[in-house]
T-cell receptor, first 113, second 111 residues
Framework: DTEVTQTPKHLVMGMTNKKSLKCEQHMGHRAMYWYKQKAKKPPELMFVYSYEKLSINESVPSRFSPECPNSSLLNLHLHALQPEDSALYLC????????????FGEGSRLTVL | GQQLNQSPQSMFIQEGEDVSMNCTSSSIFNTWLWYKQDPGEGPVLLIALYKAGELTSNGRLTAQFGITRKDSFLNISASIPSDVGIYFCAGLHFGNEKLTFGTGTRLTIIP
């Protein structure tokens, strides 16, 4: 199994809603990542979990809250988002934390109304 | 923050043509990688390079790690329709967890 699975594929939410994005991998990878990607731009790093501990937070606003329940799962909790947060949210994993060889999921397309 | 500049920004080619694109940085990287992203999907790793001067192939794709460690090149030979997409270079400093992505090169094949 060489896949990173993200759910949901599409999400529409209002600015007062609370929702979560989920990511799962069964490759035994020990690092997991959240990226945000706007149209026609490269992915921007948000968070890195290394061995289930948060190792990088790229000064992301607190309305985004990551969680890593175990080595296979990564969640991104969303609350009180703004329309400018609408983007493709990509989850990725890698064997270890200092390799650039990332496996990306297909992404969750988020629209904030 | 640091940025990797890719050129060209976009390419319009005919099927069967060869493609060349490059990526330049103001600082040195220890690892260079090339990813491809199809519409509506996440990026997929094509090639990883670990040593200055290294030349690595993956089928019709060939990538090089520049001697100065500040640049990398990707060539695609005999392009086919499924080569359409956005190609991102990415660089990694030794011991660092954060990839720096390039600005992307969008490849379109004209019928």
């Amino acid at each position: 199994d060489t896949e990173v699975t993200q759910t949901p594929k599409h999400l529409v939410m209002g600015m007062t809603n609370k929702k979560s994005l989920k990511c799962e991998q069964h490759m035994g990878h020990r690092a997991m990542y959240w990226y945000k990607q706007k149209a026609k731009k490269p992915p921007e790093l948000m968070f890195v979990y290394s061995y289930e501990k948060l190792s990088i937070n790229e000064s992301v606003p607190s309305r985004f809250s990551p969680e890593c329940p175990n080595s296979s799962l990564l969640n991104l909790h969303l609350h009180a988002l703004q329309p400018e947060d609408s983007a493709l949210y990509l989850c990725a994993s890698s064997q270890g934390p200092v390799t650039g060889e990332l496996f990306f999921g297909e992404g969750s397309r988020l629209t904030v109304l | 923050g640091q940025q990797l500049n890719q050129s060209p920004q976009s390419m319009f080619i005919q099927e069967g043509e060869d493609v060349s694109m490059n990526c330049t940085s103001s600082s040195i990287f220890n690892t260079w990688l090339w990813y491809k992203q199809d519409p509506g999907e996440g990026p997929v790793l094509l090639i990883a390079l670990y040593k200055a001067g290294e030349l690595t192939s993956n089928g019709r794709l060939t990538a090089q790690f520049g001697i100065t460690r500040k640049d990398s090149f990707l060539n695609i030979s005999a392009s086919i329709p499924s080569d359409v997409g956005i190609y991102f270079c990415a660089g990694l400093h030794f011991g660092n967890e954060k990839l720096t992505f390039g600005t992307g090169t969008r490849l379109t094949i004209i019928p």
